[in-house]
């Protein structure tokens, strides 16, 4: 694995307080490498950033972001099978539970592409049908386009494709941990190792863990068109 370049020392160093991102809902922002490059060499610990784009993890090519922060999660949707270039739905809704879990703990969210036109509104919108924000995906892509004006809307991708819907064990799951640990700090572990055994059964098709599964996905190097 080759290592992510260094940054010139005579450069100021990245803030996110810098960051243009623009901030869709509370904590969940959409941007794009620029704004990824803000948080610094580092994710900082009250962020997550997500990259959607194809290009470092699936192409190797590292000039398309060539600052991308350590302990950014490559999570890429775009599949060209079957027949031809899409969406996966399946990857978005993991993407969706993602976003969901990090902004539960109270995390900041940076859901990133290149350019913040294409890819990242398409997962922000997919994400605000899945959570249940927005009635439809095509709301959802209202929203986004109307917050964030550099949309480009990318409904082909879609190919009619709904999200799965947020469940409701999750939220119950989690509050339920929750209040388990204020009542007494022994169950916490319990409570943990409850909550991830019953959301890997929930999802039981997927990889139960987040990171596992976007670190497949850097390996796995599906096919796809040359760029």
């Known amino acids: 694995m080759s290592e992510r370049p260094r940054r010139h020392s005579s450069s100021p160093e990245p803030s996110a307080a810098l960051m243009t991102a623009t901030e869709i809902l509370p904590k969940l922002f959409l941007g794009g490498r620029t704004d990824a490059e803000s948080l610094g060499a580092r994710v900082p610990e009250d962020w997550a950033c997500i990259s959607v784009t194809e290009y470092r993890s699936r192409y190797k090519r590292q000039e398309e972001l060539p600052h991308e922060p ?129 959301d890997s059964r929930l999802r039981a098709d997927t990889i139960s863990s987040l990171e596992t599964a976007a670190l497949a996905w850097a390996a796995a190097e599906p096919r796809g068109p040359k760029i």
């Open 70 to 198: 350590d302990g950014s999660l490559d999570m890429p949707f775009l599949v060209d099978w079957p027949n031809g270039w899409h969406a996966d739905p399946h990857k978005l809704n993991l993407i969706a539970e993602t976003i969901w879990w990090r902004l539960q703990i109270g995390k900041k969210v940076l859901v990133h592409c290149i350019h913040a036109q294409e890819r990242a509104p398409l997962t922000i919108a997919w994400y605000l049908a899945w959570s249940g924000a927005s009635p439809s995906i095509l709301r959802a892509y209202e929203t986004v386009a109307k917050r964030h004006p550099r949309t480009e809307r990318r409904d082909k991708w879609l190919r009619g494709a709904e999200p799965k819907k947020l469940q409701p064990e999750l939220p119950a799951l989690l509050n339920a941990a929750r209040a388990l640990e204020a009542t007494d700090s022994r169950l916490r572990a319990e409570a943990a190792r409850a909550l991830e055994a019953t």
